[in-house]
């Protein structure tokens, strides 16, 4: 071992904590960057001298008026009709999607690969081409409006079927053979997916969970058309982004922080106890089309 | 059997006969749904729970009310009529579209003649279209803006003149927030000082017809240059948003809307005024404004007893009584003649300042959307004209694309070519022939060809068939041009004329 290797060894770590000091030094502007926003909307919800907007971020006096204030307001209403419409939404979505997912996957069928590409290719029409025409169904139904949260659950739901990629790919990769010692041992079809398939795929079933139960709790464009003019079938997106309107903006600019906060609240809750099965359902689900 | 479909057919004779007989009654309970503004959702409870308590016909409402801002009740009113509220406040601006889309039911005779005797008469004139029909109750008149100021920056002599109000708030280092550069609406202020006009005529279907617009003018000049001082100054902003005072403004030009979120924010310090007067070559003008109402409507409806109850209550919402309560509570400043000569509207000084300001305002007529959009650049050209040639270039800028609205409506010809991308939309760059010939650069390109036609077209008509001077300037490409493109020879300037039959081609 001469000097000039322990050099070279010396230089090479310097190097490397070099590279790794400015890594971090990025990775912390940026997640500041992504935060700030953040930051921002929860200290402005805990701003009690003023309603309006101001130039500044640290309150300067602090308190829960504004959460308290929110009960005197529509928002709870808002909050439960999307609560049951996210929540609704979740199960049955998951439900159609891992049954169909599962058939797909496992049965052979004639009409099985025209019916994957006739729904590839209405998936490929936007959702929102069809906006209009489902307004008017809804309505002749008397689901839009202050019933809107029925009238949104059905369509959230029943589209949903087309959703099955990522958990077919991922129960492709579960071996055939599991089915069949199954089915030897005289498991039935549905004893197959419940008891062997489904425990196997804890990661898409969460994963499955909860981009159905993102997509109502997000949703604004289809909430605001179908609930138009009438506070009780809101969901919490539309109603809060009537707060700031004109002649509203100055008196509830707080209040929507507040609101914004509790919005974010559940869905961060849900995301950071159960982001690792997220990360392997999405991944997972990648391996095999 | 056919006695049995008579027997039905006299039964349900009868039948129709016995809901016309009941017509003439109002008496009953009714289902509507009432659209006013989140701040006044409550009051309008109270009042509609009153009309029920005291009308003497008999008609109960059971009242949805749904909060609705007037600023954007046309647009939820459009989405769906039927599914709107019976009774709904909307801003004027709003009007026509309204009833275009049918959402908008007449007023009786009756309610007609109230209306015109009860209410302000340039409100009277905005609920009524050029063939004297009458479309909706105004509601108040107070849709105007003005100023708000902090006493302890400006001292009160001073409100009346734009210059030390500039002075004072440089002095103090304080803003003035007045929207100069991003709304035409607060921007108009300046050419209504100098007495500029902007009319905009509709014919029956709505359809602008033409327009008599004296912004490019001597007035629209002196108008720019009272503009420039404003937006030359560092302390000014371009802003109408009232929370500016948390952020160091001592000058909101903003509207009554904000008058209760003013005195949260300054306390005693508030100062309201009319908007003060500018100077320009030694001479004052006063700054002018829009002003406009805010009305409430009835939906048409099927049912006619029906609709002749919600006029009641229309009625009774926009009448005296209900006006002064929403004064009291809100400052609503009524349209309401009664309402208004009333002590405490009369005394209330923000009101005060909205009417002193309204001798100086123009009434918001119908206005074409584009217009909007074209004005408001104004106050960023002003602000970056350095001569008065600049200030001069703005306006006549402004003159053209105002005058380019009514040549694209009108059907005017263009002309498309490569020198423009091949744009026969209404843009900057599009070629109008005004009078039927335009002058133009054609820059030097690989194709320097094009062809005339009409706004939003394509048509082939008019074009290298249709030279008769100056073809020794053009290619004559044979088959190779389908499109009946002029293709000049040489890059250069040109004068095309066209006189309806052939095209002349003069090389400048």
Redesign the interface.
Known sequence: MSENTAKRHMGLRASRALSNTLIHVLLVVMSVVWLIPFVCILLQSFRVESTWQVGYVIPQKWGFDNYVNLWNTDFPRWYMNTLITALVTAVLQTVIVLCMSYTLSRFRFKMRQPLMRFMLILGMFPGMLSMIILYRVLKDLGLTQANAVPGLILVYVASSGMGYYVSKGFFDTIPMSLDEAARVDGATRSQVLYKIILPLAKPIVIYTILTAFMGPWGDFVFARYISFGASAGKNVAVGLYDWLSKDQINKSYTLFCAGGVLVALPVTLLFLFLQKYYVEGVTGGAVKG | MKKIVSLLLSLAMVLSMCSFASADSLAGTYDI?V?V???IVDLTKKQIENFNATNDLGIVFNA?I???????AAT?MV??V????DIYCFAQDQFARLIQAGALAKLGQGAAKTVQEGCDADAVKAVTTSDGTMWAYPLTADNGYFMYYDKTVIPEEDIDSLEKIIADCEAAGKNINFEMQTSAWYLASFFFGTGCVSVWKTDEAGKFTSVTDTFNSDKGLIAVKGMKKLLDSPVHVSSS???GF???AAVVVSGT??S??AK??LGDNLGVADLPSFEVDGQEYHLGSFFGFKLMGVKPQSDPVKAAALHRLAQYLTGTQCSLERHAERGWGPADLAAKADESVANDPILKAVYEQKNYGVVQDAIHGSWWDTAKVIGDGVKAAATEDDLKAVLQKYEDDIAALFTLDTSALLFVGAWNGWNNADTADTYYLKDGALTLDVPESDYMGGRIVAPGSWDTDKGFAQVTTGAELIKDLGAENPDNNIVFAEAGNYTLTWDGTAITIVRN
């Open positions: 749904k659209w503004a989140n701040e949805t749904e909060a609705q801002g007037e600023g954007d939820a989405t769906d039927d599914a709107g509220g948003e009232i929370a948390a952020n160091n809307w904000a209760a979120d949260n924010m």
